[in-house]
Nanobody, 123 residues
């Protein structure tokens, strides 16, 4: 079955860096766009970043642009989110999701989701 497994979350201080990973199995990984989303306590889940099936296109939420980088390794069926200059407002559960529509870097409507990894940024 399809599985997306996030890892790499943790507790860091403001200004630190952290890389979270999303390992995908059970689908033709190189055919899918992958996105990262996050949900903070008491808030709705929001789009963070997305990367197209061939890594030719990326998209970022304004709140993370210039600080976060999404990239993928199709040989390892894994997508990464490198997070630099972390802020307390980045604290959330981070989810990855997979999409096989014609959209290169969708911001919603993903077909498959992982269970999430907690990222906590202390001030």
């Amino acid at each position: 079955q399809v599985q997306l497994v996030e890892s790499g979350g943790g507790l860091v201080q403001a200004g630190d860096s952290l890389r979270v990973s999303c390992a995908v199995s059970g689908l033709p990984f190189s055919d899918y766009a992958i996105g990262w989303h996050r949900q903070a306590p008491g808030k709705e889940r929001e789009f963070v970043a997305a990367i197209s099936w061939n890594a030719g296109s990326t998209d970022y939420a304004d709140s993370v642009k210039g600080r976060f980088t999404i990239f993928r390794d199709n040989a390892k069926n894994t997508v990464y989110l490198q997070m630099n200059s972390l802020r307390p407002e980045d604290t959330a559960v981070y989810y990855c999701a997979a999409d096989r529509s014609s959209r290169l870097t969708p911001r919603g409507g993903y077909q498959y989701w992982g269970q999430g990894t907690q990222v906590t940024v202390s001030s």
